[in-house]
């Protein structure tokens, strides 16, 4: 392992350095970078701007829009729940959600949900952002959903259905039947002394939340499944996500609304292999097997996103190759990516987690985080 490259201090004006060129050079707007190693924050730089229309600045307490790195959250909250005892992977969902079983769902798993291999990884036709943001009407329309695919067959990712379906077997299986963002609030940030970390935000910090700067046009045919997963009027926009009711909706697999800082400590408890500050939310080896990849991950092409990627058992990505320039090669390094480039990860070789939130939504392969990569790699290797 690297030795860490200098105290808190210099690490600190080191990626400052290179925040500031992501901004200077690769388009960047705004942005919150934060790092723990082996345990403790030893990056925590931010700059730019949060709101173009306003001149807002990004300040320490500024809060993003992470879209799926959401799913990392939701995937968590769910591993907890198998840690006590009150979930198994290999049981059917409908074990614990008896609905989820219409239209040939029976025997689907809890580990195919964290797979991506339900076979419904679509939205309801004609979801508008209301019901998006209606966790009641959400969870009752993909539990009567017909599969396109037979479940457990077939990796297709469920760019906004996963989280439902993973949320909904933590609510069904919690003895208190909170609802999904109080429960993370509750199990995992309280526990972990997390703040800043949402799933339907307050009202009062929407005054702290960046606005989006959207991404070019994605050019897709109209028939592409991909829009089926992620229709144009729920699309990854600031008219979308900047709605009121959204960002106050639970919506569990690309509503999370947070910063660096929340993110990069909850990486810190998976790098970790489990424990945080004498606090430990899960296994040693559970955390290890959740880098066990999904069947044919390697060879074959999501059948959602056209390339094949590296999703393990336990919901979250694995580094590797097409892993993003943080994150690096080590094939057991856990992320989790959200639409526009937000990230977070956590590398257990090492014992360093990370996340970058920006509010500047940008499509592949354009890389405006590889100042930020080169610093790491200097810093920390791995």
């Given at each position: 392992m690297a030795a860490v490259a200098g105290t808190r201090t210099r690490l600190n004006e080191i990626f400052a350095q290179a925040l500031d060129r992501s901004i200077?050079?690769?388009?960047?707007?705004g942005l919150h970078v934060a790092i723990y190693h082996e345990g403790e924050l030893v990056v925590d730089v931010w700059g730019g701007v949060a709101d173009p229309v306003t001149g807002r600045k990004v300040?320490?307490?500024?809060?993003f829009p992470v879209f799926s790195v959401t799913k990392a959250v939701t995937a968590t909250a769910l591993h907890l729940q198998a840690e006590r005892g009150l979930v198994e992977y290999d049981r059917p969902i409908a074990q614990y959600w008896p609905e989820f079983a219409a239209e040939g769902k029976g025997q689907t798993t809890v580990r195919?949900?964290?797979?991506?291999?339900?076979g419904i990884p679509q939205m309801p036709q004609g979801v508008t952002p209301d019901q998006m943001a209606d966790y009641e009407w959400m969870v009752?329309?993909?539990a009567r959903m017909k599969p396109w695919f037979e479940p457990g067959t077939t990796n297709a990712y469920h760019c906004y259905s996963f989280g439902w379906i993973v949320a909904e077997i933590v609510r069904r299986t919690d003895p208190k039947r909170r609802p999904f963002g109080r429960f993370v609030q509750e199990e995992v940030c309280a526990p972990l002394g997390i703040h800043d970390l949402f799933i339907g935000i307050p009202d009062a910090v929407e005054p702290r939340v960046a606005r989006l700067i959207d991404p070019p046009d994605m050019q897709?045919?109209?028939?592409a499944p991909f829009l089926k997963c992620i229709p144009p009027q729920v699309g990854c926009f600031e008219q979308v996500f900047g709605r009121a009711n959204v960002r106050r909706g639970c919506i569990p697999g690309a509503g999370g609304i947070m910063n660096a800082r929340a993110v990069a400590r909850l990486f810190a408890m998976l790098a970790n292999e489990g424990e945080l500050d004498g606090v430990r939310l899960l296994s040693a080896e559970r955390v290890?097997?959740?880098?066990n990849p999904r069947p044919n991950t390697d060879d074959q092409p999501d059948a959602i996103l056209g390339f094949p990627v590296r999703v393990g058992t336990g919901g979250y990505w694995?580094?590797?190759?097409?892993a993003p320039s943080v994150v690096g090669s080590n094939p057991r390094t856990l992320h989790h990516p959200g639409a526009g480039g937000s990230i977070g990860w956590a590398n257990t070789e090492t014992r360093t987690a990370g996340a970058v939130c920006h509010n500047r939504m940008f499509n592949a392969p354009e890389d405006p985080f590889a100042p930020i990569a080169q610093a790491i790699g200097r810093s920390f290797g791995g």
């Open positions: 200077r050079d690769h388009g960047e707007v300040q320490s307490d500024t809060l195919d949900a964290l797979s991506h291999r339900t009752d329309r993909l897709m045919p109209p028939d290890r097997s959740f880098s694995l580094g590797g190759p097409g």
